[in-house]
Every structure is written in C-alpha cells, then in structure tokens.
C-alpha cells in the first residue's frame, strides 16, 4: 500500500467532527475548504504527507491528488 492510500481527500462539506469521532486526524489544505483525513493508526508517513500538503507542499499535494486524478497519456 502506498503512503497515499492512506489519505482521504475530504470537500468542504465533510462533516469533520464526524471524521475525527471516527478516528481521523484531519489536515486543512492551504485553501481553507480542502480537508485530508488519515487515521490515527495510520504510519508516520501517512501523517507527514498529509501534513506537508496542508502546509502548501506541492510534491505532496500531487502524491495525494495522483490517487483520485486520472493520468493522462
């Protein structure tokens, strides 16, 4: 499983309580509205990806976004 998988691209209508309740610590992308979700349990790493997108990384926001964007070719 890659680091990413472990990342959950939340909108702007999560119901982020919701999500943490469940277990999930939530990271806001720079733009206020994007919410990444990891579990608790989740590795390390999973948490550091998700904390440098929300700090405006924009090699670890591609990670992220490679996993629910479709390649072109």
């Known amino acids: 499983m890659k680091t990413s998988d472990y990342v959950r691209l939340l909108d702007e209508n999560a119901d982020i309580k919701e999500w943490e309740s469940a277990g999930y610590v939530i990271y806001t992308n720079p733009d206020g509205i994007t919410h990444l979700a990891v579990a608790e349990d989740a590795p390390e790493e ?7 997108a929300a700090q405006g990384d924009p ?8 996993d629910y964007m479709p390649t072109e070719e």
């Not at 999973?46 to 440098?52: E, G, R, T």
């Not at 090699?59 to 490679?66: C, L, P």
Request: glycine share 6%.
């Open 46 to 52: 999973a948490h550091a990806l998700a904390a440098s």
């Open 59 to 66: 090699e670890a926001n591609d990670e992220i976004m490679g």
